[in-house]
């Protein structure tokens, strides 16, 4: 078929020839250069070669003199070849051209392949807003045709609120700033509320006058959800540490503060913006840094831990509860830890003090049987046990006063009798009740058994003193039994049972003397 059109082409031509010009007009080729041209680019090469062809025989036999003849003629051959050779040149650079657009038709199909199957949103604008082009991910991400878009301005898909912030931001698109990254709310499928992102780059002609804007955008609602949940957390767990009286800090695995809260900025008498970011040693001091590092170690390996530091203070000691917590990354990677410190100062003097409690004599402030215990035991994991001695105590003739002058009367003896006691020996022994008429007598650091016996001479004198009750002048005695050396092996029931038997060897002597080894 493109034979026979190159062939109507080429009739054509030499009937409008034939038709505008008279025969003898040396313009013989005037209608034959666009039929070649035509055939070229419509049929084809061959084709064009036909009409060239065609058309070199007609213009030699018909336009060249002598008039439809053969006779050969200089003048003829150089026109004819003239035309051939142009209009080969004219075939070429058609074949050519329709090669380039063919291939840039291609290039241009493939791209817009690309375009249409890119997962983001793609669209293309004048200075002016209005659509130029819209991808298919365009159109599924705001619900709309490409019809719909393309031809009108853009600013309906945007949030009203938002609109002039993103006039602004692409109002700074220049030749040396030519992409701006936008986020903001659109009106997504179904008139949802999205957000979006958007980078747009800018092109400028010559001048650097905008021309076009392309934006590639994807939504981000959940990224941006995850964004104000996490603020939202942040800022939750914010007011949680700066409501509780606790301190709270944030280290990181490079030993640098990444968090603190009002409470240590008050402990420290510093500023977070002071702390955040430097070293834990240069906040705290090395001294307090080295102290506190062997639990530092142990939160950097993973484990949690909790220990009381004391620190003396005006009003006595101040002791210090401190959590060290690890922090985990979801690769279980260690990642710092946090720091949690209480000051427990109250509650350890109250331990203190209920546990004196639990330890003393409620009649006369002296030891009881557990807290003599616990001082025996002390003493013996001290090892101190060789040079303990121990003196056992027993009142005689303590029942008829009770009898006689009732109850209180007793305790006041016996109250008397203890503060007696107290003052015969050096702080660092024990004195205690055991329970009734019965007491005890701990000397630490007895190297001499001589001074053990001497001390026992003393209660025995103690005991033989009046005691003077209001108007009653009350005579009393006592017996003593001495034991020296514990036993760490048999422990202080050891000692006390030794020290009993003496006791009971005194009372068995005649009460009111003391029994023990020499």
């Given amino acids: 078929m493109s034979f026979f059109g190159a062939f109507a082409i080429f009739a054509a031509a030499l009937a409008l020839r034939l038709l505008i010009l008279p025969v003898e007009s040396r313009l013989g080729v005037l209608t034959f250069y666009p039929a070649a041209a035509a055939c070229f680019c419509f049929f084809g090469k061959w084709p064009g070669r036909l009409v060239v062809l065609l058309s070199a025989v007609t213009v030699y036999y018909v336009f060249t003199p002598p008039h439809w003849s053969w006779t050969p003629s200089a003048e003829g051959f150089w026109s004819i070849a003239v035309f051939v050779v142009f209009s080969e040149w004219l075939g070429v650079t058609v074949e050519r051209a329709k090669r380039d657009h063919a291939a840039l038709h291609r290039q241009k199909q493939q791209f817009e392949a690309i375009v249409q ?7 293309r604008f004048r200075s002016d807003g209005t659509v130029l082009f819209v991808n298919e991910a365009f159109c599924r ?18 949030y009203p609120d938002d609109l002039p912030q993103v006039t602004e931001r692409l109002a700074m698109l220049s030749p040396s700033n030519p992409i701006v990254t936008i986020e903001n709310r659109v009106f997504g499928e179904a008139g949802v509320l999205r957000w979006g992102q958007f980078t747009n780059r800018g092109f400028f002609d010559e001048a650097g006058a905008l021309i076009e804007i392309q934006s590639v955008g994807r939504d981000i609602s959940a990224g941006v959800e995850a964004r104000l949940q996490l603020a939202r957390q942040t800022a939750t767990l914010t007011s949680v540490t700066e409501a509780i009286p606790a301190t709270v800090a944030v280290v990181g695995t490079d030993g640098n503060y990444r968090f603190v809260n009002g409470a240590f900025e008050r402990q420290w008498g510093t500023t977070r913006e002071h702390v955040i970011g430097r070293k834990v040693v240069d906040v705290i001091g090395q001294e307090e840094f080295d102290r506190r590092w062997p639990w530092v170690q142990m939160a950097f390996a993973g484990k949690p831990v909790q220990f009381i530091l004391d620190y003396p203070s005006r009003d006595g000691t101040t002791y210090i509860d401190i959590s060290y917590v690890p922090l985990r990354l979801d690769t279980g990677e260690i990642d710092g830890f946090v720091v949690v410190t209480n000051d427990v100062t109250y509650q350890k003097r109250e331990e203190v003090r209920l546990l004196q409690l639990s330890q003393r004599d409620p009649l006369t402030g002296l030891l009881n049987r557990a807290g003599f215990e616990t001082y025996l035991d002390q003493v013996i994991r001290d090892g101190a046990g060789a040079s303990l001695a121990l003196l056992y105590i027993d009142l005689d003739h303590f029942k008829p006063v009770n009898d006689k002058y009732g109850h209180p009367a007793g305790d006041e003896v016996l109250k008397i009798f203890g503060s007696r006691l107290v003052n015969l020996v050096r702080p660092t022994d024990a004195v205690a009740r055991l329970g009734g008429d019965e007491f005890a007598i701990a000397l630490s650091g007895a190297r001499e058994r001589a001074n053990a016996h001497a001390v026992a001479a003393k209660v025995l004198a103690a005991a033989q003193a009046p005691f003077h009750i209001g108007p009653l002048l009350l005579q009393i005695n006592a017996s003593v039994g001495v034991a020296f050396d514990a036993c760490p092996d048999k422990g202080w029931q050891d000692l006390i049972a030794r020290a009993d038997a003496k006791l009971l060897a005194a009372k068995a002597a005649g009460k009111g003397q003391q029994r023990g080894a020499d």
């Fill in 117 to 123: 199957d890119q997962s983001e949103a793609i669209y």
């Fill in 141 to 158: 991400m705001f619900g709309v045709k490409a019809e719909d878009i393309v031809g009108h301005h853009w600013a309906p898909v945007v």
